[in-house]
């Protein structure tokens, strides 16, 4: 069984800075693909960006040069650095890992981002 922590959100202003950590622990397998999603109030969850367990990255268009998704492997954690926050990312920010069969989740962390 894997369980997953989200930490590090909050209420910023627009413009700010936050970063986000997903900290995993049970059974960790070498290969995997962590992701992060969110949901706004309303709206589907929607995938933010993802790094498998060689840290090769994808982000969604929306994030593309705002957002960096980084890996610890030692630490089995993954991070979410968000730059240039704007409101309309005002979201539960949310922890995936998928690891041979299964799929597993955070609890959501929010992020508010204010005008």
């Known amino acids: 069984q894997v369980r997953l922590v989200e930490s590090g959100g909050g209420l910023v202003q627009a413009g700010t800075s936050l970063k986000l950590s997903c900290a995993a622990s049970?059974?960790?397998?070498?290969?995997?693909?962590v992701g992060w999603y969110r949901q706004a109030p309303g709206k589907q969850r929607e995938l933010v960006a993802s790094?498998?367990?060689?840290?090769?990255?994808n982000y969604a268009y929306f994030v593309k040069g705002r957002f960096t998704i980084s890996r610890d492997n030692t630490k089995n954690t993954v991070y979410l650095q968000m730059n240039s926050l704007r409101p309309e990312d005002t979201a539960l920010y949310y922890c995936?890992?998928?690891?041979?069969?299964?799929?597993?989740w955070g609890q959501g962390t929010q992020v508010t981002v204010s005008s």
């Open positions: 790094i498998t367990s060689a840290s090769a990255t």
């Open positions: 995936n890992l998928k690891q041979r069969a299964s799929d597993y």
């Open positions: 049970g059974s960790i397998f070498n290969i995997n693909l």
